[in-house]
């Protein structure tokens, strides 16, 4: 792999916690080989197109590494529910696209949230979603989903990547039309399928956050290992299994 930049941000207020301050470590790296993103996922790195970061905040530790150990997974009455309700929708895994329709989701997706939860508007336009989401990687996957009663219409996008030993789900977005079936819990399911069939031994879902009710759902998929602490690419990863059924 090929380090263009290292940055350590500014302490800004959290996302997650408004009450505290967060920091990352972002490192914009090229030529980054499937092995080699496996070494930074197991020491709690995630990618975005070119740029591969994890938090460096100053006295906080509540962003923490969820791996979902498919082997042993049993999924929950309600996300088995989901799994069926959204059964119907067709599944199309490739590299990821840009296109407008996906342009289009990604807007409706993110007006839904400000109007839940209060997000920032953050428009997506072509190019950064070029960069960000759809950046050619040898591990870069994309999920569609298109409802064919609905005359085939794009309706979940879930964005991951695949290395030789594990699947690592990026994001995912999707038509507020069908939150109520919990496209997101399928989308999981699906990735922990997909690993069991091809024999990988883990899902890493990015990270939990208990104080954060959009990130504490991670934390349902059982059972799942923790990473502790930050280890540098010269320490062997510490992952301690949590979540036990």
């Known amino acids: 792999m090929r380090l263009v930049e290292r940055i350590i941000e500014k302490p800004r207020v959290c996302s997650y916690l408004p009450a505290a301050r967060a920091s990352l470590e972002v490192r914009v790296m090229l030529d980054v080989e499937p092995d080699e993103l496996d070494a930074l996922l197991e020491r709690g790195w995630r990618r975005f197109g070119p740029f591969y970061f994890r ?4 006295g906080c530790a509540e962003c923490v590494s969820l791996r979902v150990v498919t082997g042993a997974f049993a999924a929950s009455k309600s996300q088995r529910r989901a799994a069926r309700a959204c059964a119907r929708f067709r599944r199309v895994v490739g590299k990821p696209q840009v296109d407008d329709a996906r342009l289009e ?3 409706k997706w993110h007006a839904g949230r400000e109007r839940t939860r209060g997000w920032e508007p953050n428009p997506q336009e072509r190019e950064r979603y070029s960069l960000e989401l759809a950046f050619p990687h040898p591990c870069a996957r994309e999920a569609a989903l298109y409802d064919d009663d609905a005359g085939g219409r794009l309706v979940g996008v879930g964005l991951f990547d695949e290395t030789p030993r594990a699947l690592s789900a990026a994001f995912f977005f999707y038509d507020p039309d069908y939150a109520r079936l919990s496209p997101g819990a399928a989308n999981v399911l699906s990735l922990v399928d997909d690993a ?4 990988l031994p883990h899902v890493y879902l990015g990270y939990r956050v208990e104080g954060c009710a959009s990130l504490r759902y991670k934390a349902s998929f059982r059972p799942h ?3 502790a602490g930050r280890p540098s690419l010269a320490e062997a990863p510490a992952w301690k299994t949590s979540g036990s059924l």
């Open 55 to 58: 938090p460096a905040c100053a």
């Open 105 to 107: 989701l990604y807007a």
């Open 225 to 227: 290992e923790l990473l």
């Open 196 to 199: 069991r069939r091809t024999g």
